[in-house]
């Protein structure tokens, strides 16, 4: 492994890429990559314009050894939120009681993976404009299958108030542990709301038709 630079030549032999393509490969934000190479974990060198630099083939090694997994922070806090929720008797949560338990067991993984598409979009797993068309398609399925199994649109708001409020407090969760800059929280929680109203969309077209 070539040794760490401060300098502002790169060695030519690597490929060496910018900070977004460091967290889009690792599957962090800035602020993380920013704290492993200060401590050494990363070799960096900065440009003549003070932009740091990250060796491509070490980041893949890191993922490939397990020494930086895809940190599924947003997902995780989201998921326990909702299950804290659903069982904590409050109020907001009183639309899961109508649902009946092979419908809630059915519905989860559409949940399930609408969070992670969500987590994905935040870290830049994947293409956005693929991971908005999947947020869509899974929205779109979700209300379906709420629909066919009688719930009726009130409840299906409910249920979509509830996750939109548990993504809000799971994104500034995120924002805190992430260490994220005020601008940088504001930016995720604003990508967030915004998938999340491409499930709104979707419940009102799949239950417009009945309620015409």
Same mark, same amino acid.
């Given at each position: 492994?070539?040794?760490?630079?401060?300098?502002?030549?790169?060695?030519?032999?690597?490929?060496?890429?910018?900070?977004?393509?460091?967290?889009?490969?690792?599957?962090?934000?800035?602020?993380?990559?920013? *704290?492993? $190479?200060?401590?050494?974990? /990363?070799? #960096?060198?900065? +440009?003549?314009? %003070?932009?740091?630099?990250?060796? =491509?083939?070490?980041?893949?090694?890191?993922?490939?050894?397990?020494?930086?997994?895809?940190?599924?922070?947003?997902?995780?806090?989201?998921?326990?939120?909702?299950?804290?929720?659903?069982?904590?008797?409050?109020?907001?949560?009183?639309?899961?009681?109508?649902?009946?338990?092979?419908?809630?067991?059915?519905?989860?993984?559409?949940?399930?993976?609408?969070?992670?598409?969500?987590?994905?979009?935040?870290? *830049?797993? $994947?293409?956005?404009?693929? /991971?908005? #068309?999947?947020? +869509?398609?899974? %929205?779109?399925?979700?209300?379906? =299958?709420?629909?066919?199994?009688?719930?009726?649109?009130?409840?299906?708001?409910?249920?979509?108030?509830?996750?939109?409020?548990?993504?809000?407090?799971?994104?500034?969760?995120?924002?805190?542990?992430?260490?994220?800059?005020?601008?940088?929280?504001?930016?995720?929680?604003?990508?967030?709301?915004?998938?999340?109203?491409?499930?709104?969309?979707?419940?009102?077209?799949?239950?417009?038709?009945?309620?015409?």
């Amino acid at each position: 492994m070539a040794e760490r630079t401060n300098g502002t030549s790169a060695p030519a032999v690597r490929r060496w890429v910018s900070l977004a393509r460091a967290c889009e490969v690792l599957g962090v934000n800035e602020s993380t990559v920013r *704290r492993w $190479a200060d401590s050494g974990e /990363l070799h #960096v060198f900065r +440009t003549p314009g %003070g932009h740091r630099r990250f060796a =491509e083939d070490e980041l893949y090694a890191l993922l490939e050894s397990g020494g930086h997994q895809p940190e599924r922070v947003l997902e995780n806090a989201a998921v326990t939120r909702i299950r804290r929720g659903l069982h904590s008797g409050r109020e907001d949560a009183k639309w899961n009681d109508t649902i009946s338990a092979s419908s809630r067991d059915h519905l989860r993984p559409l949940g399930r993976r609408l969070l992670e598409i969500v987590d994905d979009y935040i870290w *830049r797993r $994947a293409r956005r404009s693929d /991971l908005e #068309v999947e947020m +869509t398609q899974i %929205g779109e399925q979700y209300a379906r =299958e709420l629909r066919q199994r009688g719930i009726t649109l009130t409840q299906a708001m409910q249920a979509y108030t509830f996750f939109r409020q548990s993504l809000d407090q799971a994104a500034k969760q995120l924002a805190e542990r992430s260490r994220m800059t005020p601008e940088e929280g504001q930016q995720a929680r604003e990508q967030i709301a915004g998938l999340a109203d491409r499930v709104l969309i979707a419940l009102g077209e799949v239950y417009e038709p009945a309620a015409t």
